[in-house]
């Protein structure tokens, strides 16, 4: 059974910088696409950044120039670096993984990482 976890979370300043890191286990295949997800309380799920196995990232508009993703398809890692934080990227921070092995596109999620910006 997959599992991710993630790690990195926790309360920063304004203007300052956290690096989230997720890691899978249990898997032995290698994932299609990595990716970081966030949601703000009374808010949906949003995407943050994805990258995929060849290395082609994508960015909401709302953190580029400002976090960055990075991953690691053989080890089926993801690290997400964000600087200059807003009180605006305060969420639970979610990885996801994404698998096209078979016909239907498998999904897994971590349980969840908090981020807290104060002003």
């Known amino acids: 059974q997959v599992h991710l976890v993630e790690s990195g979370g926790g309360l920063v300043q304004a203007g300052g910088s956290l690096r989230l890191s997720c890691a899978a286990s249990?898997?032995?295949?290698?994932?299609?696409?990595m990716g970081w997800y966030r949601q703000a309380p009374g808010n949906q799920r949003e995407l943050v950044a994805v990258i995929t196995s060849g290395g082609t990232t994508n960015y909401a508009d709302s953190v580029k120039g400002r976090f960055t993703i990075s991953g690691d398809n053989a080890k089926n890692t993801v690290d997400l670096q964000m600087n200059s934080l807003t009180p605006g990227d305060t969420a639970v921070y979610y990885c996801k993984a994404v698998s096209y092995r078979f016909s239907r596109p498998e999904e897994y999620w971590g349980q969840g990482t908090q981020v807290t910006v104060s002003s």
């Open positions: 249990g898997s032995t295949f290698r994932f299609n696409a």
